[in-house]
């Protein structure tokens, strides 16, 4: 196994929740659905990391639980995130969808 997702650590060869970074990760989720950004979520949160950190962190699907990692964010908080991540990037204009054209045609 890779890295270790952070709110975890591994305990005789099993992962267990470690109880005050959970909760940071926690905060992180709820500053981000109360409006705000990324960064800024995670400083609220106590987490030192920027921007590209935090999406990250966020999308970490981990946290649900899976064989392997006990949960740390219930299903239906993720998926609020993950809307407002998406809800975000429209308003941004950053969801821009163009049609694949199918044959480009070169002057001679």
Avoid at 19 to 34: F, M, N, P, Q, V
Avoid at 61 to 69: A, I, K, N, Q, S
Wanted: charged share 25%; with cysteine.
């Amino acid at each position: 196994m890779g890295h270790t997702p952070y709110g975890y650590r591994i305990e005789n060869g099993e992962a267990v929740i470690d109880k005050t970074a959970a909760t940071k990760i926690s905060k992180l989720y709820e500053a981000y659905l109360a409006g705000a950004s990324f960064e800024t979520s995670a400083k609220m949160a106590g987490i030192e990391i920027q921007h590209c950190g935090a999406k990250r962190m966020m999308a970490n699907r981990h946290y649900l639980g899976d064989d392997f990692y006990p949960t740390i964010i219930d299903k239906d908080t993720f998926d609020k995130a993950e809307a407002e991540k998406q809800h975000r990037a429209e308003a941004l204009g950053r969801l821009v969808y163009r049609p694949l054209n199918k044959w480009t045609i070169y002057p001679n």
